[in-house]
């Protein structure tokens, strides 16, 4: 656990401090507010019950919107297929670097999930993919497209499936 908080604080880059020293001004703000509104009781009351809802989720919101937005980036799977003589999957895709910044690093991961004829459990099959692997794709320039492939193996599921993939990028 405390590698993973030093991974994630090492990960920080300006934007997000800006976000999370914004969000907290912003909580002192409306804490200062009520405090000086304290003679209107209810009002004073919605604004420090509104702070600490904005100290609560801002930063947990903010830092998924932002990132979303700054390392935007699409996936396209073009191809899936199963080998026949070899417990595997290769999946072939392209990756398009979407933002206005130079991805250092992306990792990409595929995913492969149990198929069925009922929507809820299609639902819940996609919660717990039975199969993933993972690379890491470096120096992705921007608006640079760029194809991948992924061998997932073990593989030795013999239903039907779907692969699904998905990038993080920074």
């Known amino acids: 656990m405390k590698a993973k908080i030093t991974a994630f604080l090492n990960e920080l880059i300006t934007y997000d401090y800006i976000l999370f020293s914004s969000v907290f001004m912003l909580f002192i703000l409306f804490i200062i507010l009520g405090i000086l509104l304290r003679k209107k009781i209810v009002l004073a009351i919605i604004l420090i019950f509104l702070s600490f809802i904005i100290l609560l989720v801002g930063p947990t919101v903010g830092y998924v919107k932002m990132h979303d937005l700054i390392f935007k980036n699409t996936i396209e799977l073009s191809s899936q297929k199963k080998l026949n003589f070899t417990q595997a999957v290769v999946v072939k895709g392209k990756i398009t670097n979407e933002s206005q910044h130079f991805f250092k690093s992306c990792k990409i991961t595929a995913s492969t999930l149990k198929v069925s004829k009922n929507e809820l459990k299609n639902y819940i099959y996609s919660f717990k993919p039975f199969a993933k692997m993972s690379i890491i794709e470096?120096?992705?320039?921007?608006?640079?497209?760029?194809?991948?492939?992924?061998?997932?193996?073990?593989?030795?599921?013999?239903?039907?499936?779907?692969?699904?993939?998905?990038?993080?990028?920074k």
């Open 138 to 169: 470096q120096d992705i320039a921007v608006g640079e497209t760029r194809e991948f492939k992924i061998i997932i193996e073990p593989f030795t599921y013999s239903k039907d499936f779907n692969v699904s993939i998905g990038a993080k990028c």
